[in-house]
Protein backbone atom coordinates (compact mmCIF):
# COMPACT_ATOMS: atom_id res chain seq x y z
CA UNK A 1 0.00 0.00 0.00
CA UNK A 2 1.37 3.08 -1.02
CA UNK A 3 1.94 6.04 1.43
CA UNK A 4 3.23 9.61 1.69
CA UNK A 5 4.05 11.02 4.92
CA UNK A 6 5.05 14.77 5.33
CA UNK A 7 7.31 16.55 7.70
CA UNK A 8 8.63 19.67 8.58
CA UNK A 9 5.67 21.77 9.52
CA UNK A 10 5.65 24.01 12.34
CA UNK A 11 5.50 27.22 13.71
CA UNK A 12 8.04 30.23 12.26
CA UNK A 13 8.35 33.95 12.68
CA UNK A 14 7.49 36.67 9.32
CA UNK A 15 10.57 36.51 7.27
CA UNK A 16 11.81 32.95 8.75
CA UNK A 17 12.14 29.57 6.83
CA UNK A 18 11.24 26.58 6.37
CA UNK A 19 12.08 22.89 4.82
CA UNK A 20 8.70 20.53 4.43
CA UNK A 21 9.42 16.92 3.13
CA UNK A 22 7.54 14.40 1.46
CA UNK A 23 8.45 10.35 1.55
CA UNK A 24 6.60 7.67 -0.40
CA UNK A 25 6.50 3.99 0.73
CA UNK A 26 4.89 1.06 -0.25
CA UNK A 27 5.17 -0.84 -3.35
CA UNK A 28 6.20 1.60 -6.25
CA UNK A 29 7.59 0.94 -9.97
CA UNK A 30 7.85 4.91 -10.25
CA UNK A 31 7.27 8.32 -9.76
CA UNK A 32 5.29 10.79 -11.92
CA UNK A 33 4.78 14.44 -11.29
CA UNK A 34 5.14 15.48 -7.31
CA UNK A 35 3.05 18.30 -6.43
CA UNK A 36 2.61 20.77 -3.07
CA UNK A 37 -0.51 22.07 -2.28
CA UNK A 38 -1.96 23.88 0.66
CA UNK A 39 -5.05 25.09 2.61
CA UNK A 40 -5.52 28.23 5.04
CA UNK A 41 -8.82 28.32 6.69
CA UNK A 42 -11.58 28.59 5.20
CA UNK A 43 -10.42 29.13 1.55
CA UNK A 44 -10.00 26.15 -0.98
CA UNK A 45 -6.45 24.25 -1.62
CA UNK A 46 -4.60 25.96 -4.04
CA UNK A 47 -1.56 24.20 -6.03
CA UNK A 48 2.24 26.11 -4.84
CA UNK A 49 4.07 23.89 -6.53
CA UNK A 50 5.37 21.15 -9.24
CA UNK A 51 8.25 18.96 -9.95
CA UNK A 52 8.20 16.63 -12.99
CA UNK A 53 9.58 13.38 -12.99
CA UNK A 54 12.04 15.01 -15.42
CA UNK A 55 12.89 17.88 -12.55
CA UNK A 56 10.98 20.56 -14.00
CA UNK A 57 9.13 23.18 -11.48
CA UNK A 58 6.29 25.33 -11.95
CA UNK A 59 5.24 27.59 -8.88
CA UNK A 60 2.34 29.49 -8.04
CA UNK A 61 2.66 33.13 -8.33
CA UNK A 62 2.50 34.09 -4.49
CA UNK A 63 5.43 31.92 -3.96
CA UNK A 64 7.52 32.41 -6.88
CA UNK A 65 10.95 33.70 -5.36
CA UNK A 66 10.52 32.43 -2.34
CA UNK A 67 9.90 28.72 -2.27
CA UNK A 68 11.73 25.86 -4.27
CA UNK A 69 10.83 22.14 -4.64
CA UNK A 70 12.96 19.55 -5.64
CA UNK A 71 12.79 15.52 -5.53
CA UNK A 72 15.09 12.88 -4.68
CA UNK A 73 14.19 10.02 -6.82
CA UNK A 74 16.57 7.45 -4.59
CA UNK A 75 15.16 8.32 -1.45
CA UNK A 76 10.99 8.72 -3.21
CA UNK A 77 11.20 12.18 -1.64
CA UNK A 78 10.09 15.68 -2.22
CA UNK A 79 10.89 18.85 -0.74
CA UNK A 80 9.51 22.51 -0.63
CA UNK A 81 12.11 25.02 0.76
CA UNK A 82 10.44 28.04 1.73
CA UNK A 83 11.65 30.98 2.69
CA UNK A 84 11.13 35.11 3.35
CA UNK A 85 7.48 33.49 5.17
CA UNK A 86 4.85 35.51 4.92
CA UNK A 87 1.56 35.23 7.62
CA UNK A 88 -0.29 34.68 3.99
CA UNK A 89 1.86 31.08 4.24
CA UNK A 90 -0.19 30.25 7.36
CA UNK A 91 -1.82 26.76 5.46
CA UNK A 92 -2.01 23.05 5.99
CA UNK A 93 0.46 21.91 3.54
CA UNK A 94 -0.11 18.87 1.29
CA UNK A 95 2.06 16.50 -0.96
CA UNK A 96 0.79 14.98 -3.84
CA UNK A 97 1.92 12.24 -6.38
CA UNK A 98 1.12 10.28 -9.28
CA UNK A 99 2.59 7.09 -8.29
CA UNK A 100 2.51 3.85 -10.73
CA UNK A 101 2.11 1.00 -8.50
CA UNK A 102 1.36 -2.06 -10.08
CA UNK A 103 3.69 -4.40 -13.11
CA UNK A 104 0.58 -3.67 -15.00
CA UNK A 105 1.02 -0.26 -15.12
CA UNK A 106 -1.87 1.43 -12.84
CA UNK A 107 -1.03 4.53 -11.62
CA UNK A 108 -3.13 6.98 -9.36
CA UNK A 109 -2.81 10.09 -7.35
CA UNK A 110 -1.48 9.49 -3.62
CA UNK A 111 -1.96 12.02 -1.01
CA UNK A 112 0.14 12.88 2.14
CA UNK A 113 -1.80 13.77 5.77
CA UNK A 114 -1.01 17.10 5.67
CA UNK A 115 1.27 19.15 8.12
CA UNK A 116 1.09 22.89 9.38
CA UNK A 117 2.79 26.13 8.58
CA UNK A 118 2.32 28.56 10.87
CA UNK A 119 3.74 32.17 10.15
CA UNK A 120 3.22 34.26 13.16
CA UNK A 121 4.97 36.35 15.61
Known amino acids: QVQLVESGGGLVQPGGSLTLSCTASGVIFSIGAMRWYRQAPEKERELVAT???????NYADSVKGRFIISRDNGKKTVYLQMSSLKPGDTAVYYC???????????????WGQGTQVTVSS
Open 96 to 110: NALIVYSIHGSSADF
Open 51 to 57: ITGGGST
